[in-house]
């Protein structure tokens, strides 16, 4: 199954309602499923508004899995994954040794936004201890022979790391009998929240690539502020729910993507940059427009304020004091004339 992007709707600034239901309609298997979903009140759990349409599906998926998980059967159990904006602070240190896990242990927790690497490392630890008695922290090394712990890492790493240790370690309980084939050949969905969240600007550009890489089978959908993320990714494979994407970004520039897909306004600048400059702006268009020594006078006072704001910037007070003088001049220079 993999999850179409045709006709999303997003709408915000909502004030909640109950009982809330929701409806949608999927295709599987050649047929279209209809479903809808009922939430009686705020702390209430959702329920079907009807029979699941599904009912009769998932009981005998139930009992494929549970027939190939006792009797060991080669049959391939999909990855499904949900990692959340807090993965990074979901931790519980205290790893354990775990014993051999049941393949359906795969699916622990699995859209539990607050999972944390417990199953990953408990796992990891299992295997070690399999080949080895030793014991300790989990660490890495490096190709230079370094060996750094995991908790050393700054939280970009960690990001990276634990993001793959997920899904490979969840293939690896899943799917056994597939072997060192298991990461090319495990088909999926995970969802993943800010998948940008803590990484440097390089790994923002690589991260997308990379998961690709590992897992080939596996749709990834993806929340991201990063205009890198964006550019990196290719054609077809964005979708915005604010608006209708019309520009094609793939292999645009930051700044393009930043305005034309995010809705930036100039993004070259900072904000107290664009500040500065319509400051300037509407204050050369008043002196410009003056004829009235009062009203120039008024305008000086404008220059204080721009001067308070903006000290740190001596050429750019140097340019507005001189079209203020540069005014005063030009006034004084016709009076004189005139008379």
């Known amino acids: 199954m993999r999850i179409d992007n045709k006709q999303i709707y997003l709408t915000s600034d909502t004030v909640p309602q109950y009982p809330c239901s929701v409806a949608w309609k999927m295709q599987w298997d050649k047929r279209i499923i209809k479903f809808k979903c009922v939430v009686e009140q705020a702390v209430g759990r959702t329920k079907f508004g009807s029979n699941n349409p599904m009912q009769k599906d998932v009981k005998r998926w139930k009992d494929i899995v549970q ?9 391939v159990f999909p990855v499904v994954l949900y990692l959340s904006s807090s993965r990074l602070w979901n931790e519980n240190r205290n790893f354990g040794s775990l014993s051999l896990p049941d393949r359906t242990d795969g699916y622990k927790n699995c859209l539990d936004k607050k999972h944390g690497t417990q199953l990953v490392f408990d796992y990891i630890k299992t295997i070690r201890n399999i080949a080895s008695e030793e014991d300790g922290d989990i660490a890495l090394m490096k190709k230079d022979k370094t060996v750094l712990q995991f908790e050393s890492l700054s939280d970009g790493y960690r990001n990276v790391i634990k993001i793959i240790l997920d899904i490979a370690v969840r293939m690896c309980i899943l799917n056994p009998y597939l072997k060192e084939n298991v990461l090319e050949l495990t088909p999926g969905v995970v969802i993943i929240d800010e998948i940008d969240l803590s990484l440097h ?9 990379i998961l690709k890489g590992i897992f080939p089978k596996v749709q990834f959908i993806c929340a991201t502020h990063s205009p890198f993320i964006i550019q990196s990714l290719e054609p077809g494979e964005l979708i915005s729910l604010e608006n209708t994407i019309e520009d094609e970004y793939a292999g645009n520039s930051i700044e393009d993507i930043a305005e034309d897909i995010m809705g930036v306004q100039v993004p070259q600048y900072s904000e107290k940059k664009i500040r500065m400059y319509k400051a300037a702006e ?3 268009a008043a002196v410009k427009r003056t004829t009235d020594p009062k009203k120039l006078e008024e305008l000086k006072s404008k220059v204080d304020i721009l001067a308070a704001e903006y000290s740190d910037n001596p050429a750019y007070l140097a340019l507005i004091r001189q079209k203020y003088y540069e005014k005063l001049a030009e006034m004084e220079n016709n009076n004189e004339t005139s008379e």
């Open 67 to 75: 027939l190939a998980n006792n009797e060991d059967q080669e049959l």
């Open 201 to 209: 600007p390089t790994w923002q550009r690589r991260i997308v690539g």
């Open 282 to 284: 509407d204050y050369f």
